[in-house]
Structure formats: structure tokens, C-alpha cells
């Protein structure tokens, strides 16, 4: 939709005219495109006035309102600029989560059995690698499961894996002196590396691994602007936005305009961050 108005005199320099362009674009004719269209009926209107343009002030200022609808890439290119986080992503995520988890739940402990205000949680850097691996070999079984095997089913095997994945690494770390823990003061331990005690803490860590760690993490998507920019034709994707140009005042308003455009593309970004997919 375009308005335009013209005035008189009056209403810049002495014995020159103006023109104001509002041009709403909501689709159709692509904003760049109607811009130049409109510089060019401009300068018709006034090519004819022989000497008085010289004199006149002509300004053109047209404000672009660019909906979401016409800038926004279409949805086969938004999907295909968010890509899913790689197996080593992944692997990273759920090895923060397990040493974190392993060091508020030493540190609960501590002040259950002793009242230590201090909370002094403790871990291994080794824990990295084993909670790392475990979630991700439990990630790749609900996968597996999730269509054949009820919630708790599943937990059940998650835990048996749990029991198996830290009996074997803890038995390697003890051929070099390197076991992190100790579960020979308890009652139905075995050698040390594991313990029933632990069966229910192990199950419920299951449940909460599958419903808010994994689920939510292979939800995760890795945003590129760099491919979102080349879905898009090279352009930068612009969500929402009210470009402002002046552009045309007297003989220099097609480089002033060229220049406009120029500044106009380079102040496009890009947010590269991980987003949700919903």
C-alpha cells in the first residue's frame, strides 16, 4: 500500500516542491524493489519543471514496515538452518550433568550423616567420562525402548546398565589405584565398586535422566546464521523490523540511495546460540 502527498513551496526551500512516501509492505513487491520504483516516479514528476528543480529541495523518505510474513525465511529453510546437537555435544551436556549431580549428592550426604554446613561435595574428574558415556548409552536405549516398553520398564533396564557401566569401570580404575570409590562399609556391597543400597537412588536418577535430561536434550537444536543467511539468498533474516531510509536530495540522490542500501545490509546479525525446537 503506498500514500503519497505533495506540497508546495512553502513547504521547503524557496520555489521547490516535496514529496512523502509511506510505503507499507505486506507482501508482493519485495521492499528494495519499491523503494527504487518510487526514487524513479519522483524524479519524473520533477524532470519536466526545467529550471526550478535546480533550485527545489527534493527529499523522499520512505519508511518500510517489514512484517514477519514477508522477511521471515520460509519453514523448510528455518529447519534446515537449526541442526541437532552432534554425539560429542551431547556427550559434553550429560557429563556436566552427572558430575553435578554427583557432587550436590555427596555434599547432601555429608550434612545427613554429619550436620556439615559446609556441604563438602567431592568427585573425580573421572566421572566426567563415566556419567558422559552412561547417559549417552542410555540416551541411545530409550530410543530403542520408548515405543515398546512402558516408563518404568525402561528405568528398570537403565538401572542395570547403571550397575554394570559402574561395576566395569570401577574395576578398571582399580588396576591402577585409581578407583574413586569405596562401597565396602556397606552391607550388600560387592568387592566395593557396587552396592544394592544404591538400587533405589539409581532408579529414581534413571527417571529423571529420561524425562528432563535426555528428552530435553535431543530436543536441543544448534541455530547457524551463517546457513540461515544462505537459506535466506545471502540476505540476513530479519524476524521483525521498520527500516528508515532517506534517500534522493537533489543530483546525488542515487549514489546517497546505493550507499543507504549498502549500510542498510551490513547492519544485519545473526544470534548463533542453541535454541528449542518446538
Known sequence: MVRGRRGGGGGGRRGGGWWWEEVVVGGGTPPA??????????????????????SSSIGIIIIITATMATTAPPPAAAAAAAVPLTTLSRWYLYAIHGYFCEVMFTAAWEFAVRRDWRFPGVTSVWA?????TCILTVERMYLALRG????????????????????????LLRQFSACPWDYAHFRYNFMGLVTAE??????????????????????????????AAAADGGKPAVTAATATAAVAR??????????????NRGTGSSTNGYLKAE
Open 250 to 263: 537533489g543530483g546525488g540522490g542515487e549514489t546517497g540511495g546505493a550507499g543507504g542500501a549498502a549500510r
Open 128 to 132: 566426567l567420562f563415566i556419567y558422559g
Open 33 to 54: 524493489k519499491e523503494a527504487e520504483g518510487l526514487r524513479r516516479r519522483v524524479a519524473r514528476e520533477n524532470g519536466g519543471k526545467g529550471d526550478r528543480t535546480k
Open 198 to 227: 544404591y538400587a533405589v537412588p539409581w532408579f529414581c536418577a534413571s527417571l529423571i535422566v529420561e524425562r528432563l535430561v535426555i528428552r530435553k536434550t535431543l530436543r536441543l537444536r544448534l541455530h547457524c546464521g551463517d546457513a
Open 148 to 171: 515398546r516398553c512402558p516408563l518404568l520398564v525402561r528405568c528398570v533396564v537403565y538401572t542395570l546398565w547403571t550397575y554394570a557401566w559402574e561395576f566395569s569401570t570401577g574395576l
